[in-house]
């Protein structure tokens, strides 16, 4: 059992650090061609920050103005010497073109902001410019210049709200300019900071690295107090109340095996940033695990499954990896492993306070970095480490009893909570099939544990759990299949140009409500051959929402087609004046004999 557990435990380490690699190194979200819109760079709740690119003149010197636009309360720092994290999380504006060259860049003049802690910071926030002064332009020979050409802007540094801080990757602005029109671009104007503005340079507190390190300690055990911890308290309190019975040197290994497993989380985080920044020059942000929408909706489903623990629809029987008998050694893999879950379900709760303490460790040198991440883990660790080795304490943990059993289905219900809360933060295409596919998962769950008793004959175990397995399985595919389809908004005028140009139209009639368009979703829009000749047919594919009853396709249901209901597929078919009205539940094989009759596009 021991064995199974670390090798279970060693792939979801692995998993974890693949992930946010993964999300770390996806295409570059922020990264755009602007000129005509702003790019957004950060967002958290109702603040956020974007950019743009304009060509401009500056006291007559022509230039490339970076305009932010944002919320007051969202800020950049302007010193090196006082943003948190130190040298490098500051603002950088960084320009590069094959044509011009630029001078430094000219920053406006900063203010002061003051951050929970009374500290007084100098910020940029809110709508601002930094102007990119054109110094050159690089000849191609001795006699010609050039003065059309792009432009490349990079910018960096951290963007933080008076409650959290963000380290984004590289914002990454393309525009080009003509520098022949120079005379005819916009004039701006810039309020530089003075010297008596410099003298006056708020400073933060010089800590040093024992009192960051402290902090970090100290951000640690507030993991302890997180609620998504809550739900294995009451495993960890039992499992220490039952150590107290065994002999002192048991419940001491068994207690740092429970720490092992919470540092062994810190250090798949502080590997993950090693490798980020060593060879893809990147940074991990605390929370960048949860930006990812797999880890995000493991984590969901995680809180329900132990939700469903809570309330005894099913027990964890593991006794050679739970118990630890007489020191036997058995125990201590499965104690790593809840110690490695508790550190995993603490990180939805603790992105507040341990945002900063990222932010600071990744601005320091690698090792140092990687030891304040583990300060970290071992503030979490460290009340578990005594509580296990002083068995004077153990014995004044309150008894076992009835209070324990309520206090554990209580906490069910704020699992319930947590779990809604992560939804939310799938992305919307997904939501409902999240809710979906986790109540197939609690049936499963329960049909696991319930339908066989512990006395149960092999074979039947083996078969009920089998089948659970599979239902899991099938759902799981059901519901997260990809959208095959291209399909596009309800607009009478689009179904009216393409009617004009001879091109057929499927419009697919559809609810939120409606279980049959789910069907008709799965079973003919998710196979293949049917999405394959849409696209190679060149049909305009429509999605027509009927949820609402004044949603323009709704109207459209029933004063243009007349038709009563949904689920109904109208297919508009080049030469024919009266469309193809598909009504039934599975029309597949129907609709791909209609679509193999049109001309390729």
């Known amino acids: 059992m021991g064995e199974r557990a670390t090798t279970i435990l060693s792939a979801v380490c692995i998993f974890l650090v693949t992930c946010c690699a993964w999300g770390q190194n996806a295409a570059e979200p922020n ?11 950060a967002r958290f709740q109702n603040d956020y920050s974007t950019a743009r690119l304009q060509s401009t003149l500056l006291d007559g010197k022509a230039g490339i103005a970076v305009i932010f636009e944002g919320t007051d309360d969202m800020h950049y720092y302007a010193k090196a010497q006082t943003a948190t994290g130190g040298p490098g999380f500051e603002l950088q504006v960084k320009p590069s073109s094959s044509v011009f060259g630029f001078g430094p860049a000219i920053f406006p003049k ?73 005379l005819s671009w916009e004039k701006n104007t810039l309020e530089l900071p003075t010297d008596a503005d410099e003298a006056e340079t708020a400073r933060v507190p010089a800590y040093s690295v024992w009192v960051a390190l402290g902090l970090a300690l100290l951000a640690g055990l507030a993991l302890n107090i997180m609620p998504c911890v809550w739900p294995i308290l009451p495993i960890i309190v039992m499992r220490i109340i039952g150590q107290a019975k065994e002999n002192k040197r048991t419940s001491v290994t068994m207690g740092l095996a ?55 629809v099913f027990t964890i029987t593991v006794p050679s990896s739970i118990a630890g008998k007489s020191g036997s050694g058995k125990g201590h893999a499965g104690s790593v492993a809840m110690g490695f879950l508790a550190a995993v379900l603490s990180t939805p709760c603790s992105f507040g306070i341990l945002t900063v303490a990222f932010v600071w460790a990744q601005g320091q040198s690698l090792p140092l970095g990687t030891l304040a991440i583990m300060v970290i883990g071992i503030g979490m660790a460290v009340p578990y480490a ?65 339908w066989v008793g512990y006395g149960a004959k092999l ?25 095959l389809v291209d399909w596009q908004e309800y607009k009478a005028d689009l179904v009216s140009t393409a009617k004009l140009d001879e091109k057929p139209v499927l419009i697919k009639f559809t609810a939120d409500w409606c279980t049959n368009c789910e069907v008709v979703d799965k079973f003919v829009y998710q196979r293949k051959d049917i999405a394959r000749l849409i696209e190679k047919k060149g049909v305009l594919a429509i999605k027509g929402d009927t949820t609402d009853k004044n949603q323009p396709a709704t109207l459209a249901l029933k004063n243009v087609y007349n038709e009563p209901g949904v689920p109904i597929t109208i297919l508009f078919l080049p030469g024919q004046k009266e469309p193809i009205r598909l009504r039934k539940l599975f029309f597949a094989d129907e609709l791909a004999e209609l679509l193999e009759e049109l001309p390729d596009k």
């Not at 074979?459 to 059901?478: H, N, P, Q, T």
Request: aromatic residues 10%; glycine residues 6%.
């Open 31 to 41: 990264s755009a061609t602007t000129g005509d819109g702003p790019v957004e760079i």
């Open 386 to 450: 005594i509580l296990t080795s002083m068995p004077g304490l153990l014995n004044r943990l309150p008894k076992a009893g009835r209070w324990m059993e309520l206090f554990k289905q209580s906490l069910g219900f704020v699992l319930l909570i947590i779990a809604v809360k992560l939804i939310k933060a799938v992305p919307d295409v997904n939501k409902v099939n999240v809710l979906y596919f986790a109540v197939v998962l609690s049936f499963c769950v329960w049909m696991w544990s319930t």
């Open 110 to 182: 900063w203010h002061i902001f003051v951050d929970s802690t009374d500290t007084r910071i100098e910020v940029y926030s809110g709508n601002f410019v930094v102007f990119l002064p054109i110094e050159t332009t690089k000849a191609p020979t001795k006699t010609a210049t050039i003065d059309k050409g792009d432009v490349e802007v990079k910018i960096t540094g951290a963007v933080c709200t008076s409650m959290i801080c963000i380290v984004p990757d590289v914002t990454t602005l393309r525009t080009s300019i003509d520098l022949s029109q120079s």
């Open 459 to 483: 074979s039947r175990k083996l078969s009920v759990r089998g089948i659970a397995v599979v239902v899991v399985i099938l759902a799981f595919r059901f519901f997260f299949a990809p959208e």
């Open 258 to 312: 429970f720490c092992i497993g919470i540092l062994l989380f810190f250090a798949c985080l502080a590997g993950t940033n090693i490798i980020l920044q060593s060879f893809y020059d990147k940074t991990l942000s605390w929370g960048d695990h949860l930006r990812n929408p797999v880890i995000v909706t493991a984590l969901a489903l995680l809180m329900i499954v132990m939700a469903l623990f809570m309330f005894g």
